[in-house]
């Protein structure tokens, strides 16, 4: 439970809530899609999601470039929240890179 902890507190408690906020976006999305329009309305919550997504990050992704930028002026360890400007990127790239293994 102590190597949970520290790992946790090396990580970010905002950084570990901003992956499990992504990946409870795409089964909500899903349930959400399931229960909605069939036909050529289709799709609609699933872009909801996506929206969603990217609001949050960019809100997720400014509001850690500030301090970053910042600390790293000044001089001072800016770990987590140079990961916590990464997420948003790494969430884009990771999918697009793994596609081809997925989709056929």
């Not at 990580?11 to 999305?29: E, K, M, Q, T």
């Not at 909801?48 to 001089?75: C, E, H, M, Q, Y």
Request: with cysteine.
């Amino acid at each position: 439970m102590a190597l949970v902890q520290e790992w946790a507190a090396r990580l970010g408690h905002r950084n570990i809530a901003y992956v499990v906020f992504v990946s409870l976006l795409v089964p909500f999305g899903a349930l959400m899609e399931a229960a909605g329009p069939k036909g050529p309305d289709a799709g609609g919550a699933i872009m909801d999601a996506v929206i969603l997504w990217g609001g949050v990050s960019l809100i997720f992704f400014t509001a850690n470039a500030a301090p970053a930028i910042a600390r790293i002026i000044r001089g001072q360890p800016a770990a987590k929240h140079s990961i916590a400007c990464a997420l948003p990127i790494v969430c884009i790239v990771l999918p697009l890179l793994l596609e081809p293994f997925f989709v056929r």
